[in-house]
Each structure stands twice: as structure tokens, then as C-alpha cells.
């Protein structure tokens, strides 16, 4: 079947900021008396809504004011201290542009709250690239559960099995598999043979250059 559709994962994918988001997280923990390793953000929490990251590194059911006031805490620390480095992944752009032109249609799906996804896709200019941004607001799980994949390729109105996914994060290649998705993993944070045990079709570790049968299904035609 012809790719109608790519759908990008934000951070980690776009941009190269996951370490920034460990950092925010390392530092609210300690701050909240927790010491949590930075793996257990990197892996367990990778791709997850905030509103279930909380609950689970705290141990407990955090009414939504606390849960409110934490994430902003945490968000507001995360987006000071990826400010000075934000840029996009090596090829980024240039990949969504000839997307674009080859008339593939194209969305985001990220568990990012909303001021993170416009801290990038504004601070970048990205977001008139795509059609549709699909957020945590939009879903009730998120991944390594299909909500947010699928709720973009509803949006797009295509079928799920003509989209690709382009995603950092296990949760996120576990999530693209089981919405019926072609899934490739990017490398900023993941080594690529855990991005390939978790499902990957592809590993690339940026848009500069994409495997041949990649390019293949995106320009060529089909599958």
C-alpha cells in the first residue's frame, strides 16, 4: 500500500531535547523528595501524559490542581533550560518540505502538553508545515497505547495502515505497531537495536539521510 500519511513524534523526533526533559524531571523529583533515576524517565515515562507520569512517580492519586501546578513546574524548568538550544533535528526540515511537495500528508502526535508543542513548532516555524497537531488534550491514554497515532490518522483521514511514524521512544514504536503502523526509530535517545526489538521497520538517527526502501515507500510509490 502507498504511504498517504507520516506522523512525527515532537520531542526527541523534531527535536533533540530529551535530555533537557530528564533534567526537569530529575530536578522536580529531588525537589519533591524522590530519587528517581534518569532511566526511569528516559524508558518507563518516554512518550507518556503528564497526567500519568505523576500519579506513578508519586505513588499516589494527585488531584488535578497539584497535578496542574507540578506539571507547569516541571514544564516551565524544561522549556528554560532547552531555550538556548532549540533547533531541529539534522534534515528535519528539509525532510517535511519534500513531504509536503510530494502531497504526503503530515501531523504530529506527541504527549507534549500544548505550551511545549508551541514553544517548538512556533519557536521553529514547523507547525505550517503540517496539517494537524494532535495532543495529550486529544486522548485519554498516552502511549505506548495507539490513541494518539490513531486520533492523527482520523484527523488526516487516512487509514492507519498508510501511515508511517517517526519516533524516539519505545513506547512510542510499541504505540505506532500496535495502531497498524509502519514505525521508524530515531536514535537521539534509544540505541537503535532497542528501537528494533521494540518494532521498528527502520532506525535512522536523522532525517539528513533515510534508508533506501524508506525513501522508496515515502517518493516511490508503494511498500
Known amino acids: 500500500m502507498a504511504l498517504a500519511a507520516a506522523i512525527f ?3 526527541g523526533t523534531l527535536v533533540d531535547n530529551m ?8 530536578a522536580l523529583s529531588r525537589g519533591l523528595g524522590i530519587e528517581a533515576p534518569p532511566e526511569r524517565f528516559e524508558r518507563e515515562f518516554n512518550g ?5 507520569i505523576l500519579p ?16 507547569e513546574r516541571k514544564e516551565s524548568h524544561y522549556r528554560e533550560l532547552y531555550a538556548p538550544h ?16 510530494a502531497g504526503v500528508r503530515l501531523a504530529v502526535a506527541s504527549a507534549a502538553p500544548r505550551a511545549n508543542r508551541a514553544f517548538v513548532l512556533d519557536g521553529l516555524a514547523l507547525r505550517p508545515l503540517f496539517s494537524h497537531v494532535v495532543g495529550a488534550e486529544d486522548v ?20 492507519p495502515t498508510s501511515c508511517v511514524v517517526f519516533e524516539d ?19 537521539t535517545l534509544t540505541p537503535a537495536e532497542v528501537l528494533r526489538e ?26
Open 9 to 11: 513524534d515532537l520531542d
Open 86 to 101: 532549540l533547533t531541529p533535528l539534522r534534515g528535519a526540515r528539509e525532510l517535511l518540505s519534500r513531504l509536503s511537495g
Open 48 to 52: 507518556r501524559r503528564n497526567e500519568e
Open 198 to 223: 521494540a518494532g521498528a521497520h527502520w532506525v535512522i538517527d536523522d532525517f539528513a539521510t533515510l534508508p533506501e526502501a524508506l525513501e522508496r515507500a515515502l517518493f516511490g510509490g508503494a511498500v
Open 140 to 159: 485519554t491514554r498516552g502511549k505506548p497505547a495507539p490513541d494518539l497515532f490513531l486520533a492523527a490518522a482520523r484527523a488526516l483521514a487516512v487509514e
Open 56 to 71: 506513578a512517580l508519586l505513588g499516589r492519586p494527585v488531584p488535578p490542581e497539584e497535578l496542574a501546578l507540578l506539571a
Open 19 to 26: 535530555r533537557f526533559h530528564v533534567q526537569a524531571w530529575v
Open 169 to 187: 521512544a519505545v513506547n512510542g514504536v510499541l504505540a505506532a505497531r500496535a495502531a497498524g503502523m509502519l514505525a521508524v526509530g530515531v536514535t
